[in-house]
């Protein structure tokens, strides 16, 4: 009998590939993405950047909250340094005016901010912030300052659960971005391209708003957000942007105000290489992965870890990750826990604020069989390349 993997492999690739197709069809205008195994790497793409040049590999998106894992990263490695302990409380390290009447956030260690366990209120989920951060009070020109979200916050806690108790909060990584700026007395941008883009040959991510390279026009595409109820609710559309339809083109905004709680750009193909080097042990010393991944439960199918998630996809199969969600982009990012499947897809919608959508690139990953395909594709993979060693 005949090698047939080639052809299990097209048949994969297809599948994958009418993935993406549907959600364009279900109104999403971009998608990109980026799947690698033992043997092989793919970029399939779909839908636009603008309505009508067409998605290429070499196109960056926002990544929301996947920037998270390159500051997990950093930090851990401050700590291998011993320029940082998990046990370093925010009061330890930063000066007093940074954190002033934030709640429980002098008392918040590094573990705990990594977690999201410190019991702080998150910034984004400040109504006032809402609308001046991403809706009809946004200035899209406004390059904010690092410190600048936490001003949402320097008041009596409202919403954040009690410190040691999971709660999801971007104040805990632009606290974070402070602290390793004061340990390294760097910038945090320069840190993760000294420590992580440049080591890796990351040439397509870039912080927004605090580095040169991000709103290049040759590969940022038009950035869209989906004009539903609750958007307009909670957020309301800013008189700068238009609207198509159900979207709204939020094209010209910047995401300096999410700096290293979400502030990044990149490609699907940069972002593998990330999964890469995490799962291969590159980045991190085998004592720092196993504390990342030292796995928290925070509902039935979802582990938190120090920077990074962990769930199950429909055949019950763990993969390790983040996904990511902000003005104009959503994206998610995982491998598999137990082998060598990685896949990364990005988008130029965003779904933050907005309830329930029609797609995105996270539905993508969620909502279909494509992890299960990927999944089939690394075991075709492995038996081509166990196949040539014999």
Not at 93 to 116: C, F, K, M, Q
Not at 117 to 123: E, R, T
Not at 215 to 227: E, K, L, M, Q, S
Not at 365 to 372: A, N, S
């Amino acid at each position: 009998m005949g090698d047939t993997s080639g052809n299990h492999e097209t048949d994969c690739i297809a599948k994958l590939q009418a993935i993406l197709t549907e959600s364009i069809a279900a109104g999403v205008p971009g998608l990109s993405a980026a799947i690698a195994t033992a043997d092989g790497h793919w970029n399939l793409t779909a839908g636009s950047v603008d309505g009508v040049a067409p998605v290429e590999p070499s196109h960056i998106f926002g990544i929301g909250s996947i920037t998270k894992v390159f500051v997990a990263v950093v930090v851990f490695q401050l700590i291998e340094e011993g320029k940082l302990h998990l046990s370093d409380t925010v009061g330890k390290v930063l000066s007093p005016g940074l954190y002033r009447d934030i709640d429980n956030a002098a008392s918040a260690t590094v573990e705990l901010l990594l977690s999201h366990h410190a019991g702080i209120d998150s910034w984004e989920d400040d109504p006032v912030w809402i609308r001046e951060g991403r809706g009809d009070k946004l200035d899209p020109a406004h390059a904010w300052g690092k410190a600048e979200p936490l001003e949402y916050i320097r008041r009596p806690r409202r919403t954040a659960p009690n410190p040691g108790e999971y709660g999801y909060a971007n104040t805990n990584y632009t606290l974070l971005g402070l602290i390793i700026e004061k340990a390294t007395g760097n910038t945090a941008e320069r840190e993760m391209r000294r420590r992580i883009l440049g080591p890796l040959g990351m040439k397509h991510t870039f912080l927004e708003g605090f580095e040169p390279g991000a709103n290049d026009v040759r590969v940022a595409p038009r950035r869209y957000h989906w004009a539903t109820d609750n958007f307009r609710e909670d957020a309301g559309v800013p008189p700068a942007f238009t609207e198509h339809g159900q979207l709204i083109d939020c094209t010209g905004s910047n995401l300096s105000v999410e700096w290293t709680a979400g502030g990044m750009v990149s490609s699907a193909s940069d972002l593998v290489k990330l999964a890469i080097a995490l799962r291969g042990g590159t980045l991190l010393h085998p004592a720092s992965m196993a504390l990342l991944t030292a796995w928290t439960p925070i509902t039935k199918n979802e582990d938190m870890g120090r920077g990074i998630f962990r769930r199950k996809d429909g055949a019950n199969e763990a993969w390790i990750g983040h996904f990511g969600s902000v003005l104009g982009f959503t994206g998610a990012l995982w491998w598999k826990e137990k082998g060598d499947a990685v896949i990364a897809v990005i988008g130029n919608v965003g779904t933050v604020h907005c309830g329930k959508v029609p797609s995105s690139a996270a539905h993508v990953v969620v909502d279909t069989d494509m992890l299960e395909l990927v999944t089939k594709l690394s075991v075709v993979c492995n038996e081509r390349l166990g196949a040539r060693r014999i």
